[in-house]
């Protein structure tokens, strides 16, 4: 089965400052991957590079196995809802919908115009006085009814309120069970993905911590804590995330395919937003991580 | 993608309409009187010496509305593309550019290259059709005065459209421009991808090349004309001499049919312009004119005229076309280039 992204060495370079560096990736189709990492850490850039808007600076990246944006059966096969949530404020929401169905040849018509009707949107409303929450939907719509393989979408949540919020990811939650539908979605906040996402990357300082699916990465990092000791003294099979140390106990969290086994640590799971913000500290701390790839 | 530009356009092209109307409305109500002016000084059935009944006609029309409407219809012509450029040309991808959706344009199943290039394609054969269309119902209108320019002969009149300003607002020129015009506003607009200031670089480049390009360039589209006569001071133009140095300008009448002069200049037998120094029956100041004119005559001078002349206004009218349509094309390539590599 065709990856519906795969980057390599994909890096984007503005002026001197390296926007994405050496990305390398495979994400499988038919997941929902969050997209998570701080504000300015290259996540917009990832999807723009994946949605053709901008063209890389270093490597290359192929989405459902085609340059993006490269030709109109590409296009048609790629769903995007832009930061902001862009929609034509002097158009109505009717004329977004034919829109979407003059520029798409596969535009599900019934189907945009059955969640036009359950988001009880006036057709007739213009979408610059739409709400937040609104415009985000209609945007939406427009991507989900003409019919993609892969839907991304950068922070789509993020300018909106907590219902919103809710309603939103509830569409999109359904229309990813009806259709099949693998989707790439951004956020700066591990809470937005963790209910939606089962996979994750990490996205710190410009460079792709950590990519693998949200059960395995839970399965193979872990909490250690235990009296004061070097981390050199770790078995090698343990990568170690972050460290830290009081006088007397050490804690750490390690990456491990196999089980933890050392009676002198107490063991501990950790959960998404632990694991995300462990990745974080790591990257802030300046430990030069390898690339890290979930298993697959 | 026809739909989406129409539907983008829907309201330009309103205005567009509407403007054209109470344009034609204008022409038509005043077209009538302006045939029956022609009409009754004879200037319709006459076939030789017209000249009195030309005067007679254009003495009628002096600080009346047609002339209004004549200069005015000649400002539109050149109004009108600049127009086009400014509120059709340089909105065009700057907006969308400004507002974010060109992030919804360019990711629907068009690619971005056709997005633009049937953008361009259709408004810019609308903003052609739209001068074209003023063209001819100004050219109609205004044929009573062209038509008495000629009977009346040459270049008496100030209607001559083979010269600036009536030659760049005349004829299928004007296509040109609008063409120009509206690929220089969308190019502004993707090379600025602000709105307001690629109108304004739209206005000011559009307004420079109006004034470079009948200046510098098109006296030489097509090598001038020229014209040697003998210089007669009598029936001079001219006659001046400064001091010190006693040199003269002297400019002859030139009487030819109609045509854009581009020079007129006095020769000596050598061919070189003429500057003096004035002869002594030039400098007394009791010598009767005449003895100065006399010694003029006798210097075997010639007038040396360039110009272009007035049968050269179709070949000329299609060069100026095919230089601005092959620019705009230029630059509507550039867009498209431009657009394909376009970042967000």
């Known amino acids: 089965m065709t990856a519906a992204i795969e980057a390599r060495g994909l890096g984007k370079q503005y002026g001197r400052r390296w926007a994405l560096t050496d990305c390398t990736l495979s994400i499988p189709a038919g997941h929902v991957v969050g997209l998570v990492g701080p504000n300015g850490a290259g996540k917009t850039t990832l999807i723009n590079l994946a949605t053709g808007m901008l063209t890389s600076t270093t490597g290359s990246i192929a989405v459902l196995g085609k340059k993006p944006a490269s030709d109109p059966a590409q296009l048609a096969s790629v769903g995007y809802v832009a930061q902001d949530t862009p929609t034509y404020s002097s158009m109505s929401v009717e004329d977004h919908l034919r829109f979407g169905a003059h520029m798409n040849p596969a535009w599900d018509n019934d189907l945009a115009r059955k969640r036009i009707q359950q988001l009880d949107l006036d057709p007739k409303q213009k979408a610059g006085k739409l709400s937040g929450g609104q415009r985000a939907q209609l945007a939406l719509t427009l991507a989900i009814a003409k019919r993609p393989q892969l839907l991304m979408l950068d922070e789509p949540i993020a300018s909106l309120d907590p219902l919103a919020r809710r309603e939103f990811l509830q569409v999109l939650m359904e229309a990813t069970a009806d259709q099949e539908l693998s989707v790439v979605m951004s956020s700066h906040l591990v809470t937005d993905l963790e209910r939606v996402a089962d996979y994750l990357i990490v996205l710190v300082a410009s460079r792709v911590q950590i990519a693998g699916e949200v059960s395995s990465l839970l399965a193979t990092h872990h909490l250690l804590t235990g009296p004061r000791r070097d981390t050199a003294s770790l078995p090698a099979g343990q990568q170690v995330i972050t460290e830290s140390h009081t006088d007397r106990q050490s804690s750490f969290v390690v990456r491990s395919n196999e089980p933890i086994q050392d009676p002198t640590l107490s063991v501990a799971g950790l959960d998404l937003e632990d694991l995300v913000l462990a990745y974080m500290g790591s990257a802030k701390a300046g430990s030069n991580h390898p690339m890290l790839e979930g298993t697959r | ?344």
């Open chain 2, 1 to 344: 993608m026809i739909w989406l530009s129409w539907r983008q356009f829907r309201l330009q092209a309103v205005v567009a309409a509407a403007a054209l109307a109470v344009v034609a409305i204008a022409l038509l109500s005043t077209g009538a009187h302006l045939s029956a002016l022609f009409d009754s000084n004879g200037l319709a059935t006459c076939r030789t010496t017209c000249s009195t009944d030309a005067v007679n006609f254009n003495n009628q029309l002096k600080g009346s509305t047609t002339e209004l409407i004549f200069y005015g219809s000649t400002f539109l012509m050149y109004a009108v593309p600049g127009l086009i450029g400014i509120f059709w040309g340089a909105p065009l991808v700057a907006r969308e550019l400004e507002s974010g959706t060109f992030r919804l344009a360019w990711n629907q199943s068009v690619t971005k290259s056709r997005w633009i290039a049937v953008k361009l394609g259709l408004i810019g054969l609308a903003a052609m059709a739209t001068i074209g269309l003023l063209s001819l119902m100004t050219s109609w209108w205004a044929s009573p005065l062209y038509d008495a320019a000629q009977k009346g002969g040459g270049n008496s009149f100030s209607i001559n459209k083979i010269a600036p300003p009536l030659f760049g607002a005349t004829g299928i020129a004007p296509v040109g421009y609008a063409a120009f015009a509206f690929a220089l506003g969308v190019a502004a607009g993707v090379l600025i991808r602000r709105t307001i200031p690629a109108m304004a670089v739209t206005l000011v480049i559009f307004a420079a090349v109006q004034v470079v390009m009948p200046l510098l360039i098109q006296p030489h589209l097509i090598s001038p004309a020229r014209l040697t006569a003998p210089f007669n001071a009598n029936t001079a133009n001219e006659i001046m001499i400064s001091s010190p140095g006693n040199t003269m300008t002297v400019v002859g009448n030139f009487s030819g049919p109609a045509a854009w002069v581009l020079s007129d200049e006095t020769i000596t037998p050598s061919g070189k312009v003429f500057t003096g120094p004035a002869g002594s029956a030039c400098l007394s100041s009791t010598a009767p004119p005449q003895q100065c004119n006399n010694w003029l005559n006798s210097q075997h001078l010639r007038q040396l005229i360039t110009y272009q002349p007035a049968s050269r206004y179709w070949p000329m009218q299609w060069l100026e076309l095919a230089i601005y349509l092959v620019v705009a094309a230029g630059l509507s390539v550039l867009c498209v280039w431009q657009v394909r590599r376009r970042r967000g």
